[in-house]
């Protein structure tokens, strides 16, 4: 094993990190409105309160490391979606606003208008990553320099905005999930019916991605069918999907959010194996861009392999501290 598949495996272990966990809370924003009142609302955004922003750290590693191990990559990623990632930051921005201020001032308008500002925050940042994601899987038009030469609507297409839909509901699930775990009384039993509603959108939602994927983007498939290996990871996942109703449904639910979790970092490592080694597939004549010619020298990848040793237990111990610091369920006092 080279150092570029160590890094392509490391950027989907990042990937896939900050998926499961910033993924229930962006979750608990989607499902914000329907939680009864302020009281409610504002035990979520206490559930999440101590958790949010750690869980960002997963992405703000996974931008750096893919900037400096495949430059060539990160460069035209970003030269591709400009705005959408403008867009993404916007909301990430406003989803931090409107936690740090919602309890600022005790008046119902201010509260209310935060209450938005979280809710368009979280929904706008997740249909962003699935269209993010829909487009890595289909692949971009780019020229022999490596720079897209499509638009913005190209970025737009059914595909894509399917996978933005795939997105919401696996977060909205898993949110919904995670808010169950954390809370009690009124709101709990609240969620308990949300938790099959949410899983049922997610089911459709899936084979519908599904199918267009084996549909329409044929390089997928072949990637599928060149890996035997990733067969396990496929069964995995369809049975992780399976359990959940069943968890659901013999009230084991931290196995039901465990199987959300895992579901999530299956998703994660199908879009790894059907993109490999792939790091922007070209549909038009030019060379893609994969593990190779879009990675940094060997020395600069070596250098990276010591600072990850060093850094990557740090941000596994913090997280794993804040979590169990904070691991009861929240109350109003």
Same mark, same amino acid.
């Given at each position: $094993? ?44 206490? +559930? ?13 590693? %996974?931008?750096?490391?893919?900037? +400096? ?5 990160? +460069? ?17 921005? @406003?989803? #931090? =606003?409107?936690?740090?201020? &919602? ?5 119902? %308008?201010?509260? @209310? ?14 249909? =962003? ?10 692949? !971009? ?17 059914? &595909?894509?905005? /399917?996978?933005?839909?795939? /997105?919401?509901?696996? !977060? #909205?699930?898993?949110?919904?999930? %995670? ?31 599904? $199918?267009? *994927? ?38 084991? &639910? #931290? ?12 998703? =994660?490592?199908? &879009? ?6 792939? $790091?922007?597939?070209? *549909? ?9 010619? +879009?990675?940094?020298?060997?020395? *600069? ?6 600072? /990850? $040793? ?8 913090? *997280? #794993? ?13």
């Amino acid at each position: $094993m080279d150092l570029n598949l160590i890094w392509f495996i490391l950027l989907g272990v990042l990937l896939a990190g900050y998926a499961i966990l910033d993924g229930f809370d962006l979750g608990v924003g989607i499902i914000h409105p329907i939680l009864g009142g302020e009281k409610e609302r504002g035990l979520a955004i206490k +559930a999440i309160g101590p958790l949010w922003d750690g869980n960002e750290v997963w992405l703000v590693t %996974f931008g750096g490391a893919l900037f +400096a191990a495949f430059p060539e990559a990160y +460069a035209t990623i970003l030269s591709a979606m400009y705005l959408p990632i403008m867009l993404l930051l916007f909301c990430l921005i @406003l989803r #931090a =606003v409107s936690i740090d201020f &919602y309890s600022k001032v005790e008046s119902r %308008f201010w509260k @209310l208008f935060w209450d938005c500002g979280f809710t368009i925050s979280s929904l706008g940042a997740t249909i =962003v990553f699935g269209v993010a994601a829909g487009n890595l899987i289909q692949g !971009f038009p780019i020229d022999e320099r490596g720079t897209y030469t499509g638009d913005l609507i190209g970025l737009f297409t059914p &595909y894509t905005l /399917a996978t933005g839909f795939l /997105a919401t509901t696996v !977060f #909205a699930m898993h949110g919904a999930m %995670f808010l169950f775990l954390k809370t009690t009384g009124d709101v709990r039993e609240r969620l308990k019916g949300w938790l099959w509603h949410t899983w049922g959108v997610f089911l459709i939602a899936y084979i519908l991605v599904s $199918m267009m *994927t084996l549909i329409e983007n044929e390089h997928v498939v072949d990637n599928i069918k060149q890996a035997p290996w990733a067969i396990p990871i496929v069964i995995l996942n369809v049975l992780c999907v399976a359990n959940i109703p069943r968890a659901i449904m013999a009230e084991k &639910y #931290a196995q039901a959010f465990a199987s959300s979790s895992i579901n999530i970092a299956c998703l =994660v490592g199908l &879009y790894s194996v059907s993109t490999f080694p792939n $790091m922007v597939y070209s *549909t038009s004549e030019s060379t893609s861009l994969d593990i190779y010619n +879009a990675a940094s020298s060997q020395g *600069t990848l070596w250098l990276m392999c010591i600072i /990850a $040793m060093i850094g990557v237990p740090l941000i596994a111990s913090y *997280t #794993a501290i804040v979590y169990w610091t904070f691991r009861h369920p929240v109350t109003e006092s």
